[in-house]
């Protein structure tokens, strides 16, 4: 590596070198010399003998000083030389001719031996201070710098120099800047051999973690003049030799490496060589790009942290996001969330109806952008499409390339599942109007089938990355599978509890040893932080039980206190069983609970606690296992109410169960009001280990849950008007379709029913249309047609419809169903419209009208003895009412 040396006392004075002997010289081809070294060969630059007092030496011992780190390698390197005479390598590489390799390479322009070799470059040394404090979140990222602050106070950047006098990278205003309004430059050189580095060490909780980082570059260097590295912990990652871009003035690139989780220190390093000598043989006749001139420039350096396994929602803040960053064209179609009986999953969907985009063509896309791991991921979601190409298509895009279409009806769900590569990618879900652009006249003569309604809905979108679920740290290589078990005891017991031990049992997974992968996308180039082979857990689910907690590698001791390691991927966390980390059960003392280990690397907070490990975050009493409580002492600042030095309780693990303890200091505002535990308002019934409310009532004290402590349900009473209710629900069908998130018409019978226009012989109930059913439809005795609703109410409620039967046992009659318990039949004709209801429990449930051909199949003899009807049944005016 260079020096930063100004002894000047043994330089030369002339290019004589004295006593006939050539003089020693820094040559700086670092893919010859990675350590540097001083040659005697006589083939110095010319240049040099302009100024001899600063190049040329009588002593290789001082010329190794004055420009190189390690004098002792310089040393070497030039006594290995020394043997016999050779012609001396050219002081600058050759770089490649390939224009392509700049941008589309996942891997450095060059390679690592080259004259950006590790050693070649300053990245640290006496004046470098590389103690960086956890750098906090900006605009969504985990670190990021534009430079708008004019300077390098925002973080702690080191700025380092070799010659110590040339100088240095600036944040300067410019208009050339890619975010905002300043840009940080090199230093501007034109000392042969000099470098001017800018360099920032990652660490901390939050940005240790890993993930992707990407940077915009506008290099207008040129080999053999000068060059731009971009290094990593040591390693050179990027090599800018060439102006990027064809623009006049080049054109800015963004850079994406993914970084695995430990500490990275990052420099962007300028060096500068000079102007070949003219008679030199490689280089002579070399012709500079005008456009070098200008500037090279480094902006909008950020760190994105990893997606990691993330479901969206059916009602979470991320869930309408998504929905909210949907776009369209041709009319006024964005996706919404809505709520859906028949949802794959959950209670709610995403919906879009071809219907309202009112051009004849156009799209709507929802959009979700993910940053993959190092060894990438699945994409999986579920659609459900009453489409038909050419007319309509649902697109699912990664990177604007479609992974998925869908062209024609669905009879059930479909899952879908997209591998996705390293790196960011941005997804989305387009419905597609007229996708070939075809002419209406034309369009209109493509038929469609008859289950066809114009929508898409899709549900279940998950994402899960190969590595980061399972790494809390990689897992050390081993091909066969052991399991241990490790008990520990909790010491405390609640009145409800009845049992306090809490066995945990870890199992070593297979893993493999592999190469990190790397992605390409759009001009940028993603790559990794090592070229090394890096050790990564492989887990395959096979079975619906959730997988064992992650199993934490320990490192030898080497800062920890005697009887505790420290865990990989996590500085400063020492702990004597680290497969607790990670598990879905919070630990809630100390080492475990600290900001060091990630605050048991999530399971202490509900936010942040993976639901996909071994305890799933949401233990319940009275499980087999006999196992809990945990709750929830959360202590991460970024979702934690609670005071740790002003909690001072004896059962953390009752904080955050469920359960109000209503003394001992836990309903108090240092304890976030036993986490929620005691108002009815704010007790989360989804994690809690007890029922809220229920062995241990509510003692609201809380003045910020809007309950009062004279009411220890933590109960109010409003009047509400029940069709404001979320719950409520009308459909007389004057959409002629059926409500795609409200019924089920067609699959769950042997024909389906359909909404029709009335007639003047056969008029509705209320509006044109209503629901039919027809027993001709129906082919095979003691077949059925089925109509299916689905009403919720956490309180129950009132379903009002009106029905018409002509229907006449034996030949059909109408069974009304709940939840598949007949409440009753019709078996002789209705002849007009009568309205009829029915109450509705609390809860989610499927409301049926099942007309049934020949129910109790009657034989033909019985049939001919009868007269039959005209085998109808029509249903309008569907009213939920919720209580």
């Known amino acids: 590596g260079f020096a930063n040396s100004n002894n000047n006392n043994n330089m030369v004075a002339n290019n004589g070198g004295g006593g006939g002997r050539n003089p020693y010289y820094p040559h700086f081809d670092v893919r010859a010399y ?6 005697n060969d006589g083939h110095e630059p010319g240049d040099y003998s302009m100024n001899p007092s600063k190049y040329l030496f009588d002593d290789v011992e001082d010329c190794c000083e004055e420009w190189f780190l390690s004098v002792s390698l310089c040393r070497a390197a030039t006594m290995g030389e020394m043997s016999e005479a050779v012609p001396s390598p050219t002081p600058w590489p050759t770089p490649f001719d390939d224009e392509d390799i700049l941008l589309d390479t996942p891997w450095p322009t060059w390679d690592d031996n080259d004259y950006a070799g590790v050693d070649g470059i300053v990245t640290d040394g006496d004046d470098y201070d590389s103690n960086q404090a956890s750098v906090p979140a900006l605009g969504g990222h985990l670190f990021f710098e534009s430079f708008e602050s004019g300077d390098f106070d925002t973080y702690d950047w080191s700025l380092r120099t070799h010659p110590a006098r040339v100088d240095k990278w600036e944040a300067d205003q410019t208009a050339m800047a890619y975010d905002g309004r300043y840009a940080a430059r090199p230093g501007i050189l034109s000392t042969h051999g000099s470098q001017s580095n800018l360099t920032i060490s990652l660490e901390g909780m939050e940005v240790s973690r890993g993930g992707l980082l990407t940077f915009a570059i506008h290099a207008l260097v040129e080999m053999p003049v000068d060059v731009l590295h971009f290094c990593i912990n040591h390693e050179t990652i990027r090599t800018f030799d060439k102006i990027v871009g064809s623009g006049d003035m080049g054109e800015w690139a963004e850079v994406s490496v993914v970084l ?11 060096q500068y060589f000079g102007m070949p000598n003219v008679n030199h043989p490689q280089f002579g006749s070399y012709r500079m790009d005008p456009r070098r001139v200008g500037n090279s420039w480094v902006d909008a350096i950020a760190l994105s942290a990893f997606t990691g396994d993330e479901a969206v929602s059916d009602d979470g803040s991320d ?3 998504l929905a909210t960053h949907s776009r369209y064209n041709g009319g006024s179609a964005p996706w919404a969330l809505v709520r859906d009986f028949n949802a794959f999953l959950g209670s709610h969907c995403y919906i879009a109806y071809t219907g309202d985009i009112f051009a004849n063509q156009g799209f709507a896309e929802m959009e979700w952008t993910v940053v993959a791991g190092p060894d990438g991921g699945i994409l999986s979601f579920a659609a459900f499409a ?15 390339f479609p992974e998925v279409v869908m062209t024609k009806p669905s009879q059930n769900w479909e899952q879908k599942y997209v591998e996705i590569d390293p790196g960011r990618h941005v997804l989305k879900w387009r419905l597609v109007k007229n996708p070939p652009g075809l002419a209406q006249n034309i369009l209109n003569e493509v038929g469609l089938p008859e289950e066809y309604q114009g929508y898409v809905k899709v549900d279940a979108i998950m994402y899960r990355d190969n590595v980061v679920h399972y790494e809390a740290a990689a897992t050390k290589p081993t091909t066969t599978s052991t399991t241990r078990a490790t008990t520990r005891a909790t010491t405390t017991k609640k009145a409800t509890t009845t049992t306090t031990t809490t066995p945990k049992t870890t199992t070593t997974t297979s893993t493999s040893t592999t190469t990190t992968p790397t992605t390409t996308e759009e001009p940028t180039t993603t790559t990794k932080a090592t070229t090394t082979s890096t050790t990564t857990t492989t887990t395959t689910t096979t079975t619906v039980p959730p997988p064992p907690p992650p199993v934490v590698v320990l490192k030898p001791a080497e800062d920890c206190p005697p009887g505790l390691l420290p865990v990989e991927g996590l500085p400063g966390c020492c702990l004597e069983e680290a497969s607790y980390l990670g598990d879905g059960a919070c630990d809630p003392w100390a080492p475990y609970n600290t900001e060091e280990c990630a605050f048991d690397l999530g399971d202490c907070c509900r936010e942040t606690c993976n639901p996909d490990t071994f305890y799933g975050c949401d233990t319940k009493e009275g499980n087999a296992e006999e196992m809990g409580p945990f709750g929830f002492f959360c202590l991460d600042p970024r979702h934690g109410i609670i005071d740790e030095v002003g909690c001072d309780v004896e059962n953390r693990e009752w904080v955050g169960d469920g359960g109000c303890d209503a003394e001992g ?10 986490m929620g535990d005691c108002c009815e308002g704010t007790c989360d019934a989804d994690h809690s280990f007890y029922p809220c409310g229920a062995n241990q009532p509510y003692t609201c004290l809380n003045p910020n849950a809007g309950k009062t402590s004279s009411d220890p349900t933590g109960s109010s009473v409003k009047e509400e008007d029940p069709k404001d209710s979320p719950y409520y629900f009308h459909d007389g069908f004057e959409a002629n379709v059926f409500h795609p998130l409200r019924w089920r018409w067609m699959g769950i019978g042997d024909a389906k029913w359909d909404t029709v226009e009335q007639v003047p012989e056969a008029p509705a109930a209320e509006g044109r249309f209503y629901a039919e059913a027809r027993t001709e439809y129906i082919i095979d005795d003691q077949g059925t047609s089925i109509l299916e609703l689905n009403v919720d109410s956490p309180d129950g409620g009132t379903l009002s419809f009106q029905i018409q039967a002509l229907i006449k046992a034996p030949f059909d009659d109408v069974v009304i169903e709940v939840d598949g318990s007949p409440t009753g039949v019709i078996m002789q004709a209705i002849e007009g419209w009568d309205a009829q209801s029915l109450d509705v429990p609390p809860g989610q449930h499927a409301v049926r009208w099942v007309h049934r051909k020949n129910p109790m199949d009657a034989s033909e003899e019985q049939l001919a003895a009868s007269e039959r009807n005209a085998g109808i049944t029509r249903i309008d005016d569907v009213t939920f009412l919720p209580h």
């Open 34 to 39: 990675p350590d540097g070294a001083c040659l």
């Open 665 to 674: 200091g836990y309903n108090t505002e240092a304890c976030g009001w036993d």
């Open 319 to 321: 869930a309408v996001a």
């Open 386 to 400: 009453s489409l038909y190409a050419p007319h309509d298509t649902l697109e699912f895009t990664v990177n604007g």
């Open 260 to 270: 695995l989780p430990g500490e990275h220190t990052l420099t962007w390093s300028y």
